[in-house]
């Protein structure tokens, strides 16, 4: 269909590695896995995705 698809690794605090290596490598699309968490753990947790979006250039496709 056209599409390619690369893989990349990063290590570190992911909510801010997955943003540094999606814009560093232009990404077009960044697919996120969500979690089952919700309301308190995400207080105490934070959430991932929340501090990626931000971050990102990138569009961003959650899949739970």
Known sequence: SG???????GYGNPKKIIAEVANTA????????AHGHRGFKDIIFGTTIEAVRHKAQAQ???VK
């Open 26 to 33: 232009q990404i077009e699309l960044l697919v996120l896995g």
């Open 3 to 9: 599409y390619t698809c690369h893989v990349k690794i």
């Open 60 to 62: 961003i496709l959650v």
